[in-house]
């Protein structure tokens, strides 16, 4: 094979790729099908495939030093040195509550609080445990947690069963339609009242007066209506006095009501 010339472009990279394109070079199919070659990686993907390797390496080395008294002490005090380290750091504290989360709620460590609770004498280190974790302030804080998420579980499930709110409760939400229902006497009859109640809000919405002001500025709308449903109201004498309104009210108070009830026309007396 000829010497490499890097001064021509021609690298040692260049030169694998031409031999492993050329037909006389190296196959194709015997390169892995399953993981890229090192020379298609991006800088990104060459650092994780590290970062892999790394790890796999650390877990091997942990499993054949899991007996060894050594290790492990030396393991727990490179631990406890880098907590002391980054105790300060909310993106590692944020990190490390969602890891033990996540672990806590696991079917492993459920296994594990069994296998623990099982052994002799450990059921009541775990319940003094729970008193040291009850009595501190972390403790109070999460019960306090769990308390405001029951109650709002609660509150939920209970509101999704209550009836609809009536219309008129709905409509008391209302700034508006509150005061004027406030503003309207009681012993006005319901429909007449819903109608007086609707032309003060109207009053205000085009500005004739204020909220403030409806106490006093809606009485002229109240009195209406009275005068609507009152029977003691104004009459004119030439209004209709019976569903046939042949007669007036002028007839009746001129003639009277003792006549036999024909529908003779009536002739004025002299």
């Not at 037909?23 to 800088?43: E, F, V």
């Not at 060459?46 to 877990?59: F, I, N, V």
């Not at 729970?130 to 769990?146: I, V």
């Not at 204020?210 to 709308?221: E, L, Q, R, V």
């Amino acid at each position: 094979m000829s010497k490499v010339n890097a001064s021509d472009g021609t690298g040692t990279k260049e030169v694998l790729l031409k031999l492993c394109c050329r037909p006389g070079g190296i196959p194709q199919s015997r390169r892995p099908l399953t993981m890229p070659s090192r020379l298609d990686l991006t800088p990104e993907e060459k650092a994780e495939r590290r970062r892999q390797r790394q790890a796999a390496h650390q877990r091997a080395y942990a499993e054949r030093n899991r007996a060894n008294p050594e290790y492990l002490e030396r393991r727990a005090a490179h631990q406890r040195a880098y907590q002391e380290r980054k105790k300060d750091d909310p993106e590692y504290l944020a990190r490390r509550a969602e890891l033990t989360k996540k672990h806590n709620n696991s079917d492993a460590a459920r296994a594990a609080r069994k296998r623990y609770l099982e052994k002799e004498g450990n059921k009541e280190k775990a319940k003094q445990g729970q008193l040291r974790w009850k009595r501190s302030e972390r403790g109070r804080e999460a019960r306090k947690d769990q308390k405001r998420r029951y109650l709002e579980r609660i509150r939920a499930k209970a509101a999704a069963m209550l009836p609809p709110m009536p219309i008129k409760a709905r409509l008391l939400t209302n700034e508006l339609y509150a005061a004027a229902d406030a503003a309207v006497p009681r012993n006005l009859p319901e429909f007449a009242r819903d109608d007086v109640i609707a032309d003060i809000c109207l009053a205000v919405l085009s500005g004739e007066f204020t909220i403030n002001d409806i106490p006093k500025s809606a009485k002229p709308i109240i009195s209406k209506g009275w005068q609507a449903i009152s029977k003691f109201g104004h009459m004119s004498l030439d209004s209709p006095r019976f569903e046939d309104g042949k007669r007036t009210l002028h007839d009746t108070i001129s003639v009277g009501l003792w006549d036999d009830g024909s529908d003779e026309e009536v002739e004025a007396q002299p």
